[in-house]
């Protein structure tokens, strides 16, 4: 097994500088830094991790906790954690949560006794207090949260622009002639969801479109909530003709539906989601989907969770980065609403 001296000696540098470019504890230029990772690559050089943790109270892993890890949305998410994660060389651990609180609560649990440097969260739904999330705060274990924001705490945040990316894709759907317009909204309590909701509306508001409560239903982010709503709206004497869907797995389920009760889209509803294009792409027809930059929400949540580990942000202010989604228009909503014969 090789030895720091060795990748010393093949890199022409002190073992200083290769402790410093290993534990990322000084700044070392690029050029020498390249010198020692070709080293220690060459050499297949392993340094002693646990020694190392124990001498600068780091372990170098990053724990990431999310709701479905069966979504596109959070395994794109997690691709990009894991890509900045290993950039500057953290271990990425991942946990799922299956929007169970309990479940949140021992993962919390567990991060701490391990003694992760940092965790990026998915929040679980839920209207109860969070104190596992509020003493990892106090114990100084940096949480960065990630698309959903919990009211009451001080953490960083990389979110999506929910509201207005919402208000969009409704706009759209109003402008191609519709006016009653069903909407499976997201939960209750989640801020994006929320949102998301608001967003309906606004776009109502603003054309002028009737909000009719009976249109409007309340799933939970989860394919077989969007089947089970999606049946009730479209069995109504007098159905939507679009439907605007607070995320991609419910729309997966609506689809399911739409099958089952022999409804083709966009002929009998033309479809709106707010989700991944990774979904949209692969269901037929295509899916205008408001699609969410889900990569650079773990990459920059990741990026955002070891510059606070290493005191690169100011202490008394928290980093909240929201961006942009972008409205991709498809097959699913390319049908004009039937004009209405008068008298």
Do not use: W
């Amino acid at each position: 097994m090789s030895t720091i001296k060795e990748v010393a000696q093949r890199a022409r540098v002190s073992t200083a500088t290769v402790s410093h470019v290993v534990n990322d504890s000084a700044h070392v230029s690029p050029q020498l830094r390249k010198r020692v990772l070709n080293a220690i690559q060459r050499l297949d050089y392993k340094p002693n991790l646990v020694a190392r943790s124990l001498k600068m109270s780091r372990t170098s892993m990053l724990g990431m906790v999310v709701t479905d890890i069966t979504d596109p949305f959070f395994a794109q998410m997690i691709r990009g954690a894991e890509d900045a994660a290993r950039k500057h060389g953290y271990l990425l651990t991942i946990f799922n949560t299956d929007d169970e609180f309990e479940r949140e609560q021992e993962v919390f649990s567990l991060l701490r006794s391990r003694r992760v440097d940092g965790i990026l969260l998915v929040l679980a739904p839920s209207k109860r207090t969070r104190t596992h999330l509020r003493s990892t705060i106090e114990a100084k274990i940096p949480v960065v949260c990630l698309a959903r924001i919990p009211r009451g705490f001080s953490v960083d945040s990389v979110s999506i622009r929910n509201r207005q990316s919402a208000r969009t894709c409704v706009r759209h759907l109003i402008d191609t002639g519709h006016r009653r317009i069903g909407f499976i909204a997201g939960p209750a309590g989640v801020m994006a969801a929320e949102h998301r909701h608001q967003g309906y509306l606004d776009a109502m508001k603003e054309r002028s479109v009737p909000v009719l409560p009976e249109l409007i239903r309340e799933g939970d982010f989860r394919s077989a909530s969007g089947y089970k709503l999606g049946k009730e709206l479209l069995t109504q004497p007098n159905p939507p003709t679009a439907l605007f869907v607070a995320n991609g797995m419910m729309t997966v389920g609506l689809l399911r539906a739409m099958d089952e009760l022999g409804l083709s889209c966009p002929d009998d509803v033309v479809l709106g989601t707010f989700g991944d294009r990774g979904v949209a792409d692969y269901l037929y027809p295509h899916v205008t989907v408001v699609e969410q930059p889900s990569y650079e929400v773990g990459r920059q949540g990741a990026e955002l969770a070891i510059q606070r580990i290493r005191g690169e942000l100011p202490k008394n202010k928290r980093t909240h980065i929201e961006l942009d989604a972008e409205l991709q228009v498809k097959e699913s909503s390319l049908r004009k609403a039937p004009r209405v014969a008068a008298g």
